[in-house]
């Protein structure tokens, strides 16, 4: 923006000229002075500093806050009453005489009128009003209007979402302790959350589907590494359905029902690509029973019923590759050595870790693991249990947990004894997963997979040698998440455990943050 003066031209920044004209560092002789402001930005600046310049709402709002009317409000700025009014309705834009004038006048703070602090309320509105599970989105056209227009309304609505989102946060607190049942019977806020304790109230074992799985992998006469191949047969065979590896596909499968053609990336490795079209076979042979197993109480809507179906299907295809009998007697055998596992079925460390978890046919039982995915930045994409681990539902979970030690040692399989308040102790495996780069600027993606299992099993896992599994002291003390955390001396904890008194005394400065009363 340039700001040219009668006399001289002097190039100012706007933001500039506020905060100067704010803090008195500067007095423009505006009866004196004519200034014409001219946008020498591209387009796109032009836009924004011709949208922010309309505040009518907020100048009829200052007007009211002073008890004025129009004409009073007119006299004291030097305009016309019609000038005015044009401003109020937003067909004239506030200009910087006016700005400057309203301060001399009224002393008022111009930062009622900051671009900066709009910015702000819009990204914090954006935020809560995608929390709310409203049925019509908000758009961000109408949000701009609303905090460039009508700021005290959305502060407002931030207010409330933030109070909501503590209400929230207080009740998943009070449901940890009161245990993972009254958990599962409770609603779930998400539908994917829905999906999540659809899985946990099985142990994540869904034994219809392991059974067809074992009959598929014996029909289609597959083999620990004949899946790829063989599925492609049994596909075109049984259900004329031609899989196409080929082409670079922007998902990682797509199936075309008037062609017959099964889309898979080529991006994908041959375990991965099995997978997808096993998930695939799911759907095409499995549809009515995965749609009876959605059709369940606890999925409330359609989106929920449909990530479950997906789910469902996801956990067929991970049973064909693996099939549950000869699966386990490898795992048994290899003392559950997963990247052994790995080599011997052509699939990845993710994929034989939840498996794992998934081993808990009555007659059969496999060590009850839980499996936990997370990313650099600590969010949980994939918890899955067939205990009763308390994975943490409010304010993230433990850094002290070695899933999140991975992310510093790529490719590195950590083991940890870990124990939680309650006084229960684990073994948990972590280890990096995921692929590089598919281009120059694309991103890649990393996570970490954790897998454990309560100490009393330990002893049947290979990563439990060289482990003093009776040391009380080789445990490190770990807990669901700081929110809910009881755990008073914590030098890692970032957050206050909810319903706690905090001790604060100006005198001292503890070691711990946030000491418990």
């Known amino acids: 923006m340039r700001i040219e003066s009668s006399k001289s031209a002097n190039f100012v920044n706007f933001s500039a000229l506020r905060n100067l004209a704010l803090r008195r560092y500067i007095s423009l002789p505006m009866q004196k002075m004519r200034i014409k402001i001219r946008i020498v930005a591209n387009d796109f600046m032009a836009d924004e500093l011709m949208r922010k310049a309309f505040m009518g709402v907020r100048l009829r709002r200052l007007r009211e ?51 900066e602090d709009e910015a702000r309320l819009i990204t914090e509105l954006r935020e809560a009003l995608s929390e709310g599970g409203q049925d019509e989105s908000v758009s961000i056209a109408e949000i701009r209007e609303l905090a460039a227009n009508m700021p005290a309304v ?51 074992h869904v034994e219809i589907l392991d059974e067809a799985a074992e009959r598929l992998y014996r029909d289609a006469v597959l083999g620990p590494r004949s899946v790829h191949n063989g599925l492609i047969a049994y596909l075109k065979h049984r259900h004329d359905v031609r899989v196409d590896l080929t082409g670079a596909e922007a998902s990682q499968r797509r199936f075309d029902p008037a062609q017959r053609a099964l889309h898979i990336s080529a991006d994908l490795k041959p375990g991965q690509q099995a997978f997808q079209m096993a998930t695939q076979l799911a759907f095409l042979e499995l549809g009515d029973v995965i749609d009876r197993l959605a059709d369940n109480g606890g999925l409330t809507g359609e989106e929920a019923r449909r990530l479950a179906r997906i789910g469902l299907a996801n956990y067929f295809a991970g049973a064909l590759i693996l099939p549950y009998g000869d699966f386990l007697a490898a795992a048994k055998a290899s003392a559950y050595d997963i990247e052994a596992l790995g080599r011997r079925y052509g699939v990845g460390f993710e994929t034989i870790s939840h498996r794992l978890s998934t081993l808990q046919r009555p007659e059969a039982r496999g060590v009850p693991f839980f499996f936990v995915r997370v990313d ?42 870990a124990r939680m308040p309650d006084g229960r102790t684990y073994l948990w495996i972590a280890r990096t997963v995921g692929r590089g780069n598919a281009a120059y600027g694309v991103p890649g993606k990393t996570f970490a997979v954790g897998l454990g299992c309560d100490i009393r099993h330990a002893s049947q896992l290979v990563y439990s040698r060289g482990i003093d599994l009776t040391r009380p002291d080789a445990a490190t003390p770990i807990g669901a998440g700081c929110k809910v955390c009881d755990r008073p001396a914590c030098p890692q904890r970032a957050f206050p455990p909810i319903g706690r008194a905090i001790a604060v005394d100006q005198n001292r400065s503890p070691l711990t943050p946030y000491p418990v009363a």
């Open 376 to 417: 650099r930045a600590g969010n949980i994409s994939k918890r899955q249990s067939a205990t009763d681990f308390h994975f943490s539902r409010v304010g993230g979970s433990c850094p002290l947990w070695n899933v999140y030690e991975a992310f510093a040692q790529p490719g590195k399989v950590l083991t940890q004894i």
């Open 154 to 204: 959305g502060r407002t609505l931030v207010s409330l979402h933030r109070r909501y989102r503590e209400a929230t946060e207080r009740g998943d607190a009070l449901a940890a302790q009161l245990g993972d049942d009254w958990i599962t019977g409770g609603p779930a806020r998400m539908p994917f959350e829905q999906v999540r304790d659809f899985f946990y109230a099985r142990h994540n």
């Open 65 to 115: 806050e002073k008890k004025l009317k129009q004409v009073e409000l007119a006299q004291a700025l030097g305009i016309s009453a019609s000038y005015l009014n044009q401003l109020e309705q937003n067909q004239r834009p506030l200009t910087v005489p006016v700005l400057l004038k309203l301060n001399a006048v009224f002393d008022i703070d111009v930062q009622l009128f900051s671009e």
